[in-house]
């Protein structure tokens, strides 16, 4: 039996694919046990998202079993008091950089006011956007008045990194990042104001949350938008690796769903990115789990893709197959800037060997609306999310 999804709460089947899973596989998510309760119901959801979608046990890497076992459980709400790391990577949005630029579904000028929601510490992928979208654009980074994951010191200033090395007090650090084209507002999803805007961008926040939060702030965020304004909603990994995310336009006062994008590197992913959701619910999550099972489920798709994406693993020496046909993870010594090198290869590779299009056509086969989007993500037709503004 396969997982189960009543009202998008993950539950795993009654044939678990966790005792399918290699041995070390197991090891590495055992380290999840006994932390907290939420940790391994990351885990869980992570399995259940495996099975909805069709990924077999064998294709679990060991490089999904450590993150989650290791080190995905630190975020967990109630393992770090409600505290979402900041972190910001450079180019981790270059690819919805550019889609903002080439987007069919703004007619209004090209120009206008982004604002980046949640941009993290330091805002790398904010001062990227602003790069990305020139002078004519006005870029607000938006994040929390005061970040709980920077210290602070006795008077309440935060301990900032210098270049040198060094740590300098600042008590309001993000300041110091802008420039005419960019600055900064300390708020809430909720509540910020910064006038009209023309495109939200709200990447890798609101998987930290539940589905009451995710409402409430959508719900602000029609009211802040111009008509016709977009509201780009999800997740990706490094260099926009393993991207879902929902487009929204307002209309007549309305979030409409105009979209649902993601990465030709979701349909066997590699990463966590694909399903890593802190909480029950996240609708680009469950979405791409429908849209890779419908890929999955057609056999001369799934039989090409896997060989292809294996190809690509070996030749990156990435996530290598043990004898047992298991997938492994990453070789020792391998650092992080590396090891994102490559994650970032898949796609580009997978992409050049026209596996984009091979998705689209096999999609469109089983009756979805389905395109190549501008960002070069498979786009499909809307879902019902219309959510109305106060
Ligand atoms: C993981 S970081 C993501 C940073 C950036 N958006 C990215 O994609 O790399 C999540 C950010 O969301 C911010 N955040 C959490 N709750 C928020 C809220 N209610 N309003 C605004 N920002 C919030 C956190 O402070 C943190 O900097």
């Not at 975020?75 to 981790?92: D, F, H, L, T």
């Not at 389905?370 to 070069?376: Q, R």
Request: include cysteine; proline fraction near 6%.
């Amino acid at each position: 039996m396969t997982a189960t999804r009543t009202n998008e709460t993950w539950r795993t089947g009654e044939a678990p694919f966790r005792d399918r899973l290699s041995g070390e596989a197991r090891r590495l998510l055992a380290g999840a046990d006994g932390d907290h309760p939420g940790a391994l119901a990351l885990t869980d959801r992570a399995i259940a998202w495996c099975e909805h979608a069709g990924i077999e046990a064998r294709d679990f890497t060991l490089l999904q079993a450590g993150t989650l076992g290791q080190r995905a459980p630190d975020p967990v709400p109630e393992a770090c008091s409600g505290m979402i790391p900041p972190v910001a990577r450079q180019g981790q949005h270059r690819r919805i950089d550019e889609y903002v630029l080439q987007t069919p579904w703004r007619t209004a000028s090209r120009a206008g006011v982004f604002v980046d929601l949640g941009c993290g510490f330091p805002p790398l992928a904010s001062i990227d956007t602003a790069e990305a979208l020139g002078a004519h654009w006005q870029v607000i980074g938006v994040d929390l008045e005061r970040h709980p994951a920077l210290p602070t010191d006795a008077d309440d200033q935060y301990a900032c990194p210098e270049g040198d090395g060094g740590i300098r007090p600042e008590r309001s650090p993000l300041a110091r990042f802008a420039t005419p084209s960019l600055r900064f507002v300390r708020g809430d999803v909720h509540d910020v104001r910064v006038g009209a805007i023309d495109v939200a961008r709200c990447f890798n926040v609101l998987a930290y949350f539940d589905q009451e939060f995710r409402t409430r702030a959508l719900a602000h965020l029609a009211s802040q938008l111009k008509p016709g304004g977009l509201l780009l909603c999800g997740t990706d990994g490094t260099d926009t690796s393993a991207a879902h995310y929902s487009v929204y336009r307002l209309e007549r006062g309305t979030l409409v769903q105009k979209e649902f994008a993601f990465g030709i590197d979701n349909i066997r992913p590699v990463t966590v990115v694909p399903f890593l959701s802190f909480h029950d619910g996240n609708p680009e999550m469950a979405r791409l789990a429908d849209v890779v099972a419908v890929l999955r489920a057609d056999e001369t798709f799934r039989r090409g893709y896997d060989a292809a994406l294996d190809r690509i693993l070996e030749d990156l020496r990435l996530c290598a197959r043990a004898p047992d046909g298991t997938l492994g993870g990453v070789p020792p010594g391998t650092d992080d800037d590396d090891l994102e090198c490559r994650l970032a290869a898949i796609e580009a590779r997978l992409s050049v060997e026209g596996w984009v299009g091979e998705a689209i056509a096999t999609l469109r086969r089983h009756g979805l609306d389905a395109w190549a989007n501008c960002a070069g993500h498979v786009g499909v037709g809307p879902h019902a999310h219309d959510i109305r503004r106060h």
